[in-house]
Nanobody, 125 residues
Framework: EVQLQASGGGLVQSGGSLRLSCTAS????????IGWFRQAPGKEREGVSC????????DYADSVKGRFTISSDNAKNTVYLQMNNLKPEDTAVYYC??????????????????WGQGTQVTVSS
């Protein structure tokens, strides 16, 4: 059974940092693309970042460039999202998703094959 487990969310003050983890089971990361998405209350889910695990090529939404860093540890089947200088507008439920073809750009939500359950990130001002 394919599963994605997102973790690492929490409550931080503005300017703080968090590291999210997305661990996969039931399939091998290598050869896939993994994306991070977020959904704030009352808003649509949006792409934040993605990584192509074959060569670690990455992509970021403009709103997080320079603050968030995505990385992958294929040996652990885990992708990380390091989030620095967090802002209140980063508050959302964060989801990871897997795309079973290695594309290095954030794709529309309906193209992703597997989704994790989400982890809450709350940034206080």
């Amino acid at each position: 059974e394919v599963q994605l487990q997102a973790s690492g969310g929490g409550l931080v003050q503005s300017g703080g940092s968090l590291r999210l983890s997305c661990t996969a089971s039931g399939f091998i990361f290598d050869g896939y693309a993994i994306g991070w998405f977020r959904q704030a209350p009352g808003k649509e889910r949006e792409g934040v970042s993605c990584i192509r695990n074959t060569d670690d090529t990455t992509d970021y939404a403009d709103s997080v460039k320079g603050r968030f860093t995505i990385s992958s540890d294929n040996a652990k089947n885990t992708v990380y999202l390091q989030m620095n200088n967090l802002k209140p507008e980063d508050t959302a439920v964060y989801y990871c998703a897997a795309l079973t073809w290695a594309i290095a750009t954030i794709r529309p939500l309906d193209e992703y094959d597997y989704w994790g359950q989400g982890t809450q990130v709350t940034v206080s001002s």
